[in-house]
């Protein structure tokens, strides 16, 4: 069965800090796909980032970032210099088929 | 381009009524899933519609139901409500049959209320 853990429920930072989200997530599948979204107040899932387990290779979109660790089932997110526009809930999420199982989510508050 | 709307917006119903609610995809898009998120939770899957059938179902009993018309809009149908079905209901569309690598885009999905 699939599972995707959030372990953290809510983050708060000032302004310009980095925040960091974990994710950790099970899986018997050797190929699969791994996601995460954000949800502000306005309730829409935003897409933010995806990576396939065929790549390893850690990028970094604006102030966006992820670090992809097969050998500890680990995909975490960081966001560099935080802003108040940030504030949301972060949710993290692994395809089955074109299913998402998503994690509980993460709320980060950030704080001028 | 418009994205993936939903309506309605809010609902409110009475335990034991039946509800519609409906989601027309993003421009493009031929496959439509339903989450349910309570509040405080993740989202999760209900079933997805790829070609006017029902495709994947997850974990919810068959008081939900759901449609999927030519034109690639859909609907979920829930009987019997119950005062657990209140829950911000989300749509999300895909393309090219929502093979796992494609991001899903979602709705501002529809919050329903069970009294």
């Known amino acids: 069965a699939q599972k995707v853990t959030q372990a953290q429920t809510e983050i708060s930072v000032v302004e310009k800090e980095d925040v960091t989200l974990d994710c950790v997530y099970e899986?018997?599948?050797?190929?699969?796909?791994l996601f995460w979204y954000k949800q502000p107040p306005s309730g829409e899932l935003v897409f933010l980032i995806r990576?396939?387990?065929?790549?390893?290779q850690n990028e970094i979109s604006g102030r966006y970032s992820w670090n992809f660790q097969k050998s500890t089932s680990s995909f975490n997110f960081t966001i560099t210099a935080s802003q108040v526009v940030d504030s949301a809930v972060y949710f993290c999420?692994?395809?089955?088929?074109?299913?998402?199982?998503f994690g509980a989510g993460t709320q980060v508050v950030v704080t001028p | 381009d418009a994205g993936v709307t939903q309506s309605p917006t809010h609902l409110i119903k009475t335990r034991g009524q039946q509800v519609t609610l409906r989601c027309s995809p993003k421009?493009?898009?031929?496959?439509v899933s339903w989450y349910q998120q309570a509040l405080g939770q993740g989202p999760q899957f209900i079933f997805q519609?790829?070609?006017?059938?029902?495709?994947q179902r997850g974990n919810f009993p068959d008081r939900f139901s759901g449609h999927q018309f030519p034109n690639y809009s859909s609907e979920l149908n829930v009987n019997a409500l119950l005062l657990g079905d209140s829950a911000l209901y989300l749509c999300?569309?895909?393309?090219?049959?929502?093979?796992?690598?494609?991001?899903?885009?979602f709705g501002q999905g529809t919050r329903l209320t069970v009294v």
């Open positions: 421009s493009g898009h031929d496959t």
């Open positions: 999420a692994l395809s089955d088929g074109g299913k998402f199982q």
């Open positions: 899986t018997r599948d050797t190929t699969y796909y």
């Open positions: 999300a569309s895909s393309p090219a049959g929502g093979t796992m690598n494609t991001e899903a885009f």
């Open positions: 990576r396939n387990s065929f790549d390893e």
């Open positions: 519609y790829y070609e006017e059938e029902e495709r």
